[in-house]
Each structure stands twice: as C-alpha cells, then as structure tokens.
C-alpha cells in the first residue's frame, strides 16, 4: 500500500485506517489526536509529493 500511495503522490503518513466501534468514543478521541498530530507535522504538501503535469515542447 505504501508503494501505491508514494506512486500516485499521496504521502503514506497522510492515510490511516482503525477499527473503531460506536462504543468506543474514548478510542476514537484518542486516535483523532494521535493522527492529527502526525498529519500536523508533515506540513502542507510536500513537494516530493506533488505531482506535476510533463512537459511538452
């Protein structure tokens, strides 16, 4: 998975999965923190990641 978002410009840190059940509302705060978190420190858009049209002459 990671190779496939690295291929199609998506940062693979920007992209998390977890099971949380409706019960769970603690977890879920919990989780929303740690991603945003994450998310906050890769800063906007990285430029590695950015995908640009090719050049024609």
Known sequence: MKNFLEH???EPG???FSWISS????KFVDVVKKITDE???????????????????
């Open 23 to 26: 019960a769970e509302s603690t």
């Open 14 to 16: 920007r992209l998390h």
């Open 39 to 57: 998310v906050k420190t890769l800063n906007p858009a990285n430029k590695k990641y950015v995908k640009t049209e090719p050049k024609v002459d």
């Open 8 to 10: 199609t410009g998506i």
